[in-house]
């Protein structure tokens, strides 16, 4: 996803409204303010598009931008329709001053719109009032417009989101471009927002907004670690990653960690594979020290347990020895499942003194919290919140938009990545960059985001390189990974990295 502007603090419709109402009381023209933004972007997508303009118009204040909108285009020479069926006294009164604006403008407002050849749509609907799926003549004017050629460009955000939780409800809008307004909001950023939003853009209306809780993720989150290598090093200094898994039918998954461990910068990196007749080598990667999986604890800096654990008996004792492991611990997948299966082993986690670093995706997450993966999704951000305080970790929720939480409460929502990562073994190329850095000495505060945005940012480079989304493999992740963290601490350290 490509935002603009790329950093920022992310806030909920609560936190959005209460800045709101402060500027109101104090005389500041938002609505305008908004509309002015919004008609700024809409003339930029109409630039060398000839027609008309389709404004579809809400009841509330959401609605009142578009008429704002729909005056300023106006008076920029374009053709506009303003789609609207409330009448203006059911509008609240910012909105009902913008239509009463245009209509004195000579504007028309008209109940329903026919023709499908529009220079540009502006989905001015529902904003973050949005109470529940949409229904009746709204749900079918998103329809229609959603079959429609023509641009969409959401105001605020697609009508149909929630703002909070980027769940749609119901149906939504599936804008091309979506300008939002004063700040960042969580479902923008995750889950069905990660679709809808098309190409995003902020305007904060010139409000200054205080940092919140929850951030986008940017390189500037984990910037002060992207240090270059001291020439009077050797392997040591970068530490000793093991990674424990690897069951009958699953070696794959642990090699795949492994491997992008070494790829990512650990000095040494040590499998134990809990498959007993598993390989004592790695062909591709002879780089890679094959171990039984009880010793990794004692000789490693960072482990990692988990790719394809498998849940046997081996597994849990597997478990319990890592659990005890006195360096930060990453636990991925089966690892992650046996600690929702298990009591026993639940408060050796918690109770653990060095960083834990959770990596569950929607169904494992759920698992740990014993509800349904729906209703992991319903609300990613409590979820993951929910996670990372409970097994008192370092948290990950992965899919679109991926959640970090950090032990201390900070949020982060990731923007990078794409659907080529829906592959198997992306999940575990991503445990073997997070124990990379972990290896080498990174806080597990800064190991956690880095490695989530680095993972999302390589599959975006392949992308961009024409592989994928469509047969992205998990194994190119790492080259591709190892390519930008090279680059990125060769940049801030003016080549010397
Ligand atoms: N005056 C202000 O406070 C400002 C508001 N702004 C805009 O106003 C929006 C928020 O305005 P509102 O709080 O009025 O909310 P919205 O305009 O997003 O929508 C609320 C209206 O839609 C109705 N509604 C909600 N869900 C529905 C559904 N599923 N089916 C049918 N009707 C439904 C509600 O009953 C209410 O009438 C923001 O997203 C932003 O676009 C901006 O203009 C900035 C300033
Ligand atoms: N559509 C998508 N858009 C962005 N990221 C995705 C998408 N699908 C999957 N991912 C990412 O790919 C990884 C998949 O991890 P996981 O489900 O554990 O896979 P596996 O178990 O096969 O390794 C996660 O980092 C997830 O965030
Ligand atoms: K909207």
């Known amino acids: 996803m490509h935002l603009n502007p790329a950093a920022g603090p992310i806030l909920t419709s609560a936190e959005i409204r209460s800045i709101e109402r402060q500027y109101l009381a104090a005389g500041v023209p938002l609505m305008e303010r908004a509309g002015q933004a919004a008609s700024e972007v809409a003339l930029r997508i109409l630039e060398g598009r000839s027609g008309c303009v389709l404004i579809l118009a809400g009841p509330g204040n959401n609605g009142g931008d578009g008429f704002v909108v729909a005056r300023l285009l106006r008076e920029a020479g374009r053709e506009v329709v303003v789609v609207c069926t409330v009448e203006a006294e059911q509008m609240p009164a910012d909105a009902r001053a913008a239509r009463l604006a245009w209509q004195q403008a000579g504007g028309q407002v008209v109940p329903d719109f026919l023709g499908s050849n529009w220079a540009l749509v502006v989905d001015a609907i529902f904003g973050i009032g949005l109470k529940r799926a949409p229904e009746g003549r709204y749900a079918e004017w998103i329809a229609r417009l959603n079959q429609l050629n023509s641009p969409v460009l959401s105001l605020d955000l697609p009508s149909g989101l929630d703002a909070d939780t980027g769940r749609a409800p119901g149906v939504a809008v599936r804008a091309s471009h979506t300008v939002s307004f004063i700040a960042w909001k969580p479902g923008l950023l995750t889950h069905d927002g990660s679709e809808l939003c098309g190409e995003l853009m902020l305007n904060t209306l010139d409000l200054s907004v205080a940092d919140s809780g929850a951030q986008v993720l940017t390189l500037a989150s984990f910037?002060?670690?992207?240090k270059p290598r001291a020439s009077n090093s050797h392997k040591g200094t970068f530490g000793q990653a093991g990674v424990i898994g690897g069951a009958v039918g699953m070696v794959g998954a642990a090699l795949l960690s492994a491997?992008?461990?070494?790829?990512?910068?650990?000095?040494?990196?040590?499998?134990?594979?809990?498959?007993?007749?598993?390989?004592?080598?790695?062909?591709?990667?002879?780089?890679?020290?094959?171990?039984?999986?009880?010793?990794?604890?004692?000789?490693?800096?960072?482990?990692?347990?988990?790719?394809?654990?498998?849940?046997?008996?081996a597994a849990v004792l597997q478990m319990k020895r890592a659990l005890g492991f006195t360096g930060p611990l990453v636990l991925d997948a089966d690892a992650l499942n046996l600690i929702a299966a298990s009591s026993n082993l639940q408060p050796r986690l918690t109770q653990r003194d060095a960083p834990s670093v959770l990596t569950p995706h929607p169904a494992e997450a759920a698992r740990l919290l014993q509800c349904a993966p729906s209703e992991v999704q319903a609300d990613r951000l409590a979820a993951c919140r929910e996670l990372s305080r409970r097994y008192r970790a370092h948290v990950v929720l992965k899919g679109a938009g991926s959640i970090v939480c950090l032990a201390d409460g900070r949020l982060f929502i990731n923007v990078t990545g794409n659907a080529g990562l829906a592959t198997a073994g992306s999940g575990d190329v991503l445990t073997g960059i997070v124990l990379a850095l972990l290896a080498q000495g990174w806080e597990a505060e800064l190991a956690l985001p880095c490695a989530v945005y680095l993972h999302g940012a390589a599959a975006d480079a392949l992308l961009e390189a024409g592989i994928g989304p469509i047969g992205m493999t998990a194994g190119e992740l790492a080259p591709a990974a190892r390519r930008l963290l090279n680059a990125w601490v060769s940049e801030r350290s003016g080549g010397r990295g």
Not at 223 to 226: D, E, G, N, Q, T
């Open 259 to 313: 491997r992008s461990a070494l790829l990512l910068g650990a000095g040494r990196v040590y499998v134990g594979l809990l498959d007993p007749l598993a390989p004592m080598l790695d062909i591709v990667q002879p780089e890679l020290m094959l171990r039984p999986p009880g010793d990794l604890h004692l000789i490693c800096s960072a482990l990692a347990i988990g790719p394809g654990l498998g849940q046997s008996e």
């Open 223 to 226: 910037a002060p670690r992207l």
